[in-house]
């Protein structure tokens, strides 16, 4: 069964860090891309940010060079560093395996400014 867990949501102030992670089980890890997607209150989900199996990253134009992908392939788990965190990166951080359309069930952020 394939399973994603997000963890490492908390409430910070603006220009604070987090470290979010997603642990992966249930298909050979090493293989696939993994994706940040997030929600915010009464809008869309949006992509974050993908890692791919080779370690190619991809970041949306409103994260880059403040978000950090990677990937700990010996602990099935992609991590998301964000720092410089503004208020409107509050939302609903989930983790996504393309290959499967399996989704985590989501870790809070919310930045107060």
């Known amino acids: 069964e394939v399973q994603l867990v997000e963890s490492g949501g908390a409430m910070v102030q603006a220009g604070g860090s987090l470290r979010l992670s997603c642990a992966v089980s249930?298909?050979?890890?090493?293989?696939?891309?993994i994706g940040w997607f997030r929600q915010a209150p009464g809008k869309a989900r949006e992509g974050v940010s993908c890692?791919?199996?080779?370690?190619?990253?991809y970041y949306a134009d409103s994260v880059k060079g403040r978000f950090t992908v990677s990937r700990d392939n010996a602990k099935n788990t992609v991590y998301l560093q964000m720092n410089s965190l503004r208020p409107e990166d509050t939302g609903v951080y989930y983790c996504?395996?393309?290959?499967?359309?399996?989704w985590g069930p989501g870790t809070q952020v919310t930045v107060s400014s």
């Open positions: 890692i791919g199996s080779d370690g190619d990253t």
């Open positions: 996504h395996a393309p290959r499967f359309d399996s």
């Open positions: 249930g298909f050979a890890f090493d293989d696939y891309a």
